[in-house]
């Protein structure tokens, strides 16, 4: 079965950096695109960045643009998301979901457990 | 961006009965080359991540019950539970995926009354 483990959270001060991973296992993951969804405490659901199956190409949401970037490794089965100079906003559980096709026009048909980040001095 | 608007922000419905989640978008989620509207819905239940319910506006992700089912096109969906059980208790995002930013509703509680 599909299965995606978020890894990398934790507290981390303004103006820090913090590395997310994600495992991927259960299906081809060079098949598939891969999105980061993000939930503050209490709130909806925010996307914030997307590759499609072979990474040639990143989308990323306005909000993170430019502070965090989404890569993904083929060989490893795994997806990341680098995150640097972040901000009090930026506390979320960050999710891992697989798209539900190879485009990065997809919905997201698979989700990690999530990862909680928490920016805070 | 594509501004996603959920309706109602809650509602409480008794078991068995339909319950019923509209989603408007601020532009058409249509891509006229395959006819297909770019919308999906998530159930995210109390201290769990999203689920997937529907894609393509109506298509049920496997799995699913049949008492699921969604409707609509272009910037008006919807959303229905034909007979509302317990475990239905979550709230429900919609989502497009037409056009990045990916954007979601803001998301409706569904409880049981």
């Known amino acids: 079965q599909v299965q995606l483990v978020e890894s990398g959270g934790g507290v981390v001060q303004p103006g820090g950096s913090l590395t997310l991973s994600c495992a991927a296992s259960g299906f081809t993951f060079k098949d598939y695109a891969m999105h980061w969804v993000r939930q503050a405490p209490g709130k909806g659901l925010e996307w914030v960045a997307v590759?499609?199956?072979?990474?040639?190409?990143?989308f990323h949401a306005a909000s993170v643009r430019g502070r965090f970037t989404i890569s993904r490794d083929n060989s490893k089965d795994t997806l990341s998301l680098q995150m640097n100079s972040l901000r009090p906003e930026d506390t979320a559980v960050y999710y891992c979901?697989?798209?539900?096709?190879?485009?990065?026009?997809?919905?997201?048909?698979?989700w990690g457990q999530g990862t909680l980040v928490t920016v805070s001095s | 961006d594509i501004v996603m608007t959920q309706s109602p922000n809650s509602l409480a419905v008794s078991l068995g009965e339909r319950a019923t989640i509209n989603c408007r978008s601020s532009q058409s989620v249509l891509y006229s080359s395959n006819n297909k509207d770019y919308l999906a819905w998530y159930q995210q239940r109390p201290g769990q991540p999203p689920k997937l319910l529907i894609y393509?506006?109506?298509t049920r992700e496997s799995g699913v019950p049949d008492r699921f089912s969604g409707s609509g096109s272009g910037t008006d969906f919807t959303l229905t539970i034909s007979s509302l059980q317990a475990e239905d208790v979550a709230v429900y995002f919609c989502?497009?995926?037409?056009?990045?930013?990916?954007?979601f509703g803001g998301g409706t509680k569904v409880e049981i009354k």
């Open positions: 979901a697989r798209g539900g096709t190879s485009s990065a026009y997809s919905f997201s048909d698979n």
């Open positions: 393509w506006a109506s």
């Open positions: 989502q497009q995926y037409f056009s990045g930013p990916f954007t």
């Open positions: 590759t499609p199956y072979d990474g040639t190409s990143k």
